[in-house]
């Protein structure tokens, strides 16, 4: 039922009533009565005007009652127009967004991971779970690439962007390789294909694999095979950080329950799908329950946006738990983290070496 998108049909007291029941709910997580309702004396009517406030409410799909002898919980219609029409603006405070600013300021300094920081700071700050769609990596430029050799014939490659973005990958080399080859094969590539997109780098693999390979030395042709093994996938990526956390929240009390969340953070494809439309709209976004088919299987709600570098999405990052969260938290938190990553990574796009 799409109720949430009419507000003229909710009365003053139907409003207030319902942000009660919502607030309430969010704050204990269990159904609320239309007596807890009533001990809050500022709507000044009856127990019995509430209840059959609550009632209509329900009918009018913004609660449902999970058990005959319960109280009711809010529906996703309800959140949404507590989100959309009655929540209080909110914006971080001044020591969060610092926090923040800090946080990605000194792991870019670092040449550490921007992306798994915002998911990081996603979960620490809104004790959720925080979700960040990583770019197409196909479509990110290189700015740098190192093999480091790890037991036997496997290499750790490790491919870094000029957005800041790292990615690492095991291959296997075929025998044994020297470090000091590796060192060797890294700067030929770094040298040969950085400010190319990683689309682009395989493109040229596959016809220098093709056109010298009667020609080329031993080490060219190793440096060839590991960087077409380094970079055959593109795929996007989801970076999913503090998933323990939410085992403790009673919409996780039995083993199913918890054992889908866990299947879900576990496949990641379907949470990859879910971030990637994300991109296709703007500002933060808000789905609640039935909304998608994996927040509804979960009961769960993701508040989401867009990071990008030059007016170009990149990425999505978000806030993903149960759909009792703090929402009034949550999206302002997501807005800023999403407009800080995409800042501090046009600052690290411009101060990428220049290739000419």
């Keep these: 039922m799409s109720a949430h998108d009419d507000s003229s049909v909710l009365s003053r007291r139907d409003r207030e009533i319902l942000k009660d029941v919502v607030r309430t709910f969010i704050l204990s997580g269990d159904p609320v009565s239309s007596r807890s309702v009533a001990k809050n004396r500022r709507h000044g009517v009856s127990a019995a005007t509430i209840r059959n406030t609550m009632a209509d409410l329900e009918e009018e799909g913004y609660l449902r009652q999970p058990h005959a002898s319960a109280g009711r919980v809010p529906t996703a219609a309800g959140y949404h127009f507590y989100v959309d029409s009655l929540m209080p603006a909110r914006r971080l405070s001044a020591h969060q967004r610092g926090y923040i600013d800090e946080s990605l300021h000194e ?99 596959v016809r220098s694999m093709s056109a010298e390979r009667a020609q080329v030395d031993h080490l060219l042709s190793n440096a060839l095979a590991l960087a077409r093994q380094a970079l055959e996938s593109g795929d996007q990526d989801v970076v999913v950080e503090g998933t323990a956390g939410l085992l ?109």
């Design 107 to 205: 792991v870019i300094e670092t040449g550490g991971d921007p992306v798994a920081t915002a998911g990081h700071l996603l979960s620490e700050l809104s004790h959720q779970v925080g979700v960040v769609l990583t770019p197409n990596m196909g479509e990110t430029v290189l700015r740098a690439i190192e093999f480091l050799p790890l037991s036997g014939d496997r290499v750790l490659c490790v491919l870094v962007s000029t957005s800041g973005f790292v990615d690492q990958k095991v291959v296997r080399a075929g025998s044994v390789p020297a470090r000091e080859d590796l060192v060797r094969i890294s700067n030929y590539l770094t040298e040969n294909f950085a400010g190319l997109t990683l689309r682009q780098i395989r493109a040229r693999l």
């Design 248 to 356: 403790g929240q009673p919409e996780l009390g039995n083993i199913d329950q918890v054992r889908r969340l866990l299947d879900t953070f576990d496949e990641k494809a379907r949470l990859v799908e879910l971030l990637g439309k994300v991109i296709e709209g703007r500002g933060v976004r808000v789905l609640i329950g039935d909304d998608t088919d994996l927040t509804s299987e979960l009961d769960f709600s993701l508040v989401a946006t867009t990071y990008a570098v030059g007016g170009r999405a990149l990425g999505s990052l978000g806030v993903f738990g149960p759909s009792r969260m703090e929402y009034r938290y949550a999206i302002p938190l997501v807005n800023y983290l999403g407009e800080t990553l995409g800042r501090a990574l046009e600052e690290v796009d411009g101060e990428a070496p220049d290739d000419e």
